[in-house]
């Protein structure tokens, strides 16, 4: 998303921000404007941007949202409107868990864990202290900032491990393969421009599907062979979110 958007974005003017949902209006109000946008980054999963204005703009699109650039359909769900001098910058979100959070001065903390796609040097030592399963450590932001439901299955695919074991008991290798794969898998579907399911929530912000889902092995296949030995794949609940994994390959 950021990559799309830094050259709509960055040096324009935000001319008008315009809330189509209460719960974001007060963010909508709080926003400066006109100024011109400095830059545009991603922390995690957040998409932040700071004015001239002195101001940071601190958005989530989450589970069902995304950020489109230019027109949408009429019948998306679009909740918030930046104007900008060359277009319109949009959230679109039909089940309104999304954020946007609007803070002054410096870059706000957002109290996450180092970056995913950063050096991952500090990872074993990490792992090795926790007992939580390791696609939930996966996901934890706190922890290690980036991974999402559906990269968190297939790194843990891709690594041979279970999903399910306890953090602290995986082996060297197991951890280190895990370690490599993190970014493998991140690049991988970062050049794909993300995962586009089924109900086609997620698109760039230009509109277009991603394509990482061709490349997907485990994730939303329950019941499907897996890619490398056959086995009907699995799926389960850990921490109310769907882990798909392969009974056979993963132990
Ligand atoms: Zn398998």
Known sequence: MVRFLRPCVEDETLEE????????SASAKKT???????????????????????????IHP??????????VDATDHVRMLWRFSGGELRLVDQRRLGTVVVHEGAEPNLRLGPEALDE??????????????????LMDQRKI????????????????????????????EE?????????TVLEEAIASQGTTLGDGRYRQPGGA??????????????????????ASLVRFVQSARSTFSCPRCQC
């Open 17 to 24: 921000v315009v809330a189509y949902d209460g719960v974001l």
């Open 32 to 58: 400066r404007a006109p100024a011109r946008v400095e830059l545009i980054k991603r922390r995690g999963k957040y998409v932040l941007f700071r004015s001239d204005a002195g101001q940071w703009s601190v």
């Open 62 to 71: 989450r589970m069902s949202g995304r950020l489109a650039w230019g027109r």
């Open 120 to 137: 991952l040097d500090w990872l074993p030592r990490a792992v090795a202290q926790s007992r939580m399963p390791i696609k939930v450590w």
């Open 145 to 172: 900032a980036g991974i999402g439901n559906i990269y968190a299955s297939e790194i843990c695919f891709r690594a041979g491990v279970d999903p399910r074991r306890p953090a602290r008991e995986l082996s060297e």
């Open 175 to 183: 951890v280190e393969r895990l370690t490599k794969l993190i970014p």
């Open 209 to 230: 599907p991603g394509s990482f889902t061709a490349q997907l092995a485990v994730y939303g296949r329950e019941g499907a062979p897996c890619p490398v030995c056959g």
